[in-house]
């Protein structure tokens, strides 16, 4: 299983939302979602679009970044959001982010202390928390929560803490493991990516089972790194993600605009960046519906915008990883 980690950013949202509508979004897939801002808005008719599919996904919380994050009065709210049935929201898994600092008694009784059934619970760790072993030993969620990490290290912290519990010891270490990870090569600028060599982006889809995962994710083409928004970059860049055999690992490439002196034609820069992407597709026979949308853009003259291009370039990932799934 594959778990796309995505903000709750538009074009985030709508790559999974018209993914979903055209049918094109496999099972394999379970994208998470961490709210920015308003989850009654964009989040809210993508879930809806997921529920109405019977596809699952993952909401997180208790977000890190945008005007939700480190709240427990936000926590409270996309808890009751996500108890709303008559919002049309299906029955998605809570995603919980463990950080050294976070409160986890006051997040797990909101949780529990929440209408409708019980839904499995994502534990995404990012940092030791001295007081998640006793919180859940505490608790009654231990039999439906899974790990993300990004390494069987960060569990093995909690080992001496487990065995003091011996009543959740047994349930701890049969938990479901997810590797979750951040590989995108991110630059400062887009300028910097120009002379970017394509490079290995994980091989994550050929060993995690091996690894002794029962699923994987990252950040896709975008990263783990968070902004609010940016000016007209100095160069444009479209991140491939690719394979080159089928059962092989998954490289990335960049393709960047050259008349980068300034911020100036934005339109124009994407025209150069593109063909050097649709060039290198037809020399590695790469098709897939998002390069067919950059390809008809092209064809057409036409630019549809920074945000678009981000969510293609989402889209065309997620289509690599379903093939990669496909060839296991």
């Given at each position: 299983m594959y778990y796309p980690y995505l903000r709750g950013k538009q074009?985030?949202?709508?790559?999974?939302?018209?993914?979903?509508?055209?049918?094109?979004?496999?099972?394999?897939?379970?994208?998470?979602?961490?709210?920015?801002?308003?989850?009654?808005?964009?989040?809210?008719?993508?879930?809806?679009?997921?529920?109405?599919?019977?596809?699952?996904?993952?909401?997180?919380?208790?977000?890190?970044?945008?005007q939700l994050s480190d709240s427990l009065t936000e926590t409270a709210q996309i808890v009751k959001f996500l108890s709303d049935r008559e919002d049309g929201v299906g029955a998605v898994s809570?995603?919980?982010?463990?950080?050294?600092?976070?409160?986890?008694?006051?997040?797990?009784?909101i949780i529990q202390d929440r209408d409708g059934p019980s839904l499995p619970i994502n534990i995404f760790h990012n940092g030791h928390n001295d007081t998640l072993i006793p919180t859940l030993n505490q608790s009654s969620i231990i039999d439906r929560i899974s790990n993300f990490v990004d390494s069987k290290d960060v569990l093995r912290q909690y080992r001496t803490q487990v065995y003091?519990?011996?009543?959740?010891?047994?349930?701890?270490?049969?938990t479901g493991t997810i590797k979750w990870r951040d590989p995108f090569p991110r630059q400062k600028r887009n300028i910097d990516y120009v002379s970017e060599p394509a490079s290995l982006f994980s091989d994550d889809n050929i060993y995690y089972k091996e690894d002794g995962f029962q699923g994987?994710?990252?950040?896709?083409?975008?990263?783990r790194y968070y902004a609010?928004?940016?000016?007209?970059?100095?160069?444009?860049?479209?991140?491939?993600?690719?394979?080159?055999?089928?059962?092989?690992?998954?490289?990335?490439?960049?393709?960047?605009?050259?008349s980068n002196l300034d911020s100036s034609d934005t339109a124009g820069k994407f025209a150069e960046a593109v063909h050097k992407l649709l060039t290198f597709a037809q020399e590695n026979r790469l098709s897939n519906p998002a390069i067919a949308k950059l390809k008809t853009y092209s064809d057409n003259g036409?630019?549809?915008?920074?945000?678009?291009l981000k969510k293609i370039s989402i889209q065309n990932h997620i289509y690599v990883i379903q093939d990669a799934m496909d060839a296991i």
């Open positions: 074009f985030e949202l709508l790559a999974m939302k018209e993914m979903i509508q055209d049918g094109t979004l496999k099972k394999c897939i379970h994208p998470v979602f961490e709210p920015i801002k308003d989850i009654h808005g964009g989040l809210f008719r993508v879930l809806h679009e997921f529920n109405q599919s019977a596809v699952d996904c993952t909401v997180i919380v208790n977000p890190q970044v945008g809570i995603g919980l982010i463990v950080t050294p600092s976070t409160d986890v008694k006051a997040i797990l009784r003091k519990y011996p009543e959740i010891t047994q349930t701890w270490h049969s994987f994710s990252d950040y896709q083409t975008i990263g609010e928004g940016g000016g007209l970059p100095r160069a444009v860049v479209l991140h491939l993600t690719y394979q080159v055999m089928n059962n092989g690992p998954i490289y990335i490439s960049h393709f960047s605009s050259d036409s630019f549809p915008g920074l945000g678009v």
